[in-house]
């Protein structure tokens, strides 16, 4: 009888060892996706990890406004109206880092409901300063491609003067020297 105990023991132990390793695998596997979606999906929305996003187009605008104020010296309004919207920018940026300094005096119950709406905030100033970028290179486009078109304009009628009023170019009279000879003599 104890044989024939140990040969009912036998299958049981690996029944429930196989068991076990499908349900450590399981759980291994379902660690593995959480973790891929941690890195895939929550990091990249951290406020922190968009904090420094938004940085850098606050960066990237206070550059493309330095050319702006270079080139746009015919425009001092616009200018002036844009030098407003990106100080108000900057606070914004300041006063969400210091909402996101103060992030750890937050209960935790409210930390979730406190980090989306920091997130959010952090959005909106993205938002705030791509429309900025978008208007100053805008203005910038604008203003180069009225100068190229004064330049253009400008050329045609330097080639105007030169080349169709042969009485007062002397640059035509320097280039009719050469047709002075006449093909008729040789």
């Not at 203005?139 to 050329?155: G, P």
Request: charged share 25%.
């Amino acid at each position: 009888m104890s044989e024939l105990v140990l040969q009912f023991s036998a299958p049981r132990s690996r029944t429930l060892g196989s068991t076990r390793s499908k349900w450590c695998s399981a759980v291994h596997c379902f660690g593995v996706v959480a973790l891929s979606f941690g890195a895939f999906v929550v990091k990249p929305n951290l406020p922190s990890i968009r904090m420094k996003k938004l940085e850098q187009f606050v960066e990237e605008t206070t550059e493309i406004h330095a050319v702006a104020v270079k080139e746009l010296d015919k425009h001092p309004r616009f200018v002036t109206e844009t030098s407003l919207r990106l100080a108000q920018l900057k606070l914004s940026e300041s006063s969400l880092r210091s909402k996101m300094l103060s992030s750890k005096d937050v209960k935790w119950r409210g930390y979730v409901h406190h980090l989306r709406g920091l997130s959010c905030n952090i959005s909106e100033c993205q938002r705030t300063a791509q429309d900025i970028q978008t208007a100053l290179r805008m203005a910038l486009e604008c203003t180069r491609q009225r100068r190229y078109t004064e330049d253009i304009a400008h050329r045609r009628t330097t080639l105007d003067t030169a080349f169709l009023n042969p009485a007062t170019s002397r640059l035509l009279q320097f280039w009719r020297l050469p047709s002075l000879i006449q093909l008729d003599d040789f």
